[in-house]
């Protein structure tokens, strides 16, 4: 390898490794917006088609300018802009595979349980009474727990939000009830039980 490829390569190396760390910044600034529309982060086809252009334009220009600069001749040119194009290429397959790899396949973070019960049934005294919560999303198992004036008779099964028992007094009873996941999300919801 002469002198002057070598020069050229080492150009190549600080060019491409300077244009990747800016346009992934400015690109941070630019697509900001869609950060928080998208938890995994910024799109990886904007980002990666924003990189791929500015290397692409920036580095061929240089090259060729380089080439002139240096009067190489045509032979030498035409080495250097294959070798150029060669190494566009190998970086293009190199950040589209990062970019799609580790931003645009991202995994999308659980929601948060919601308890799907609406409501729950009025009961009768000293009669068996037995009514089963349900929740979805968030990240199972969950776990159920009470608050507020729960029927007297009546227990809540935390494992499964199972509310059984046998009532054992009339009254109105308004309490909450609530379901954590195996991340600690949770979500509460009120009920109003009537005992007749």
Known sequence: MGPQLAITYAFALVLFVGIIMITDIIASYLLAGARHRNP?????????????????????????ILAVGMNADPTTTSLITNNVLS???GI?????????????????????PAI????????TVNTFYSAVLVATGGTPPYRWSSGGQ??????????????????????R???????????Q????????????
């Open 116 to 123: 799907t019960t609406q409501n729950l049934p009025n009961g």
């Open 87 to 89: 190494m566009l290429a």
């Open 185 to 196: 999300a949770s979500a509460v919801h009120q009920y109003t039980v009537t005992i007749a």
């Open 40 to 64: 995994t982060g910024i799109p990886g086809l904007a980002r990666a088609m924003m990189a791929l252009s500015v290397i692409v334009i920036l580095g061929i220009a240089l090259f060729h």
């Open 150 to 171: 729960v029927p007297d008779g009546l227990n809540l099964d935390q494992a499964t939000g199972l509310l059984s028992g046998t009532p054992t007094r009339v009254d």
């Open 92 to 112: 293009a397959a190199a950040i589209t595979g990062f970019y799609f790899g580790s931003r645009a396949t991202s995994p999308t973070p659980p929601t948060a």
């Open 173 to 183: 009873f308004i309490f909450s009830i609530t379901v954590q996941d195996s991340s």
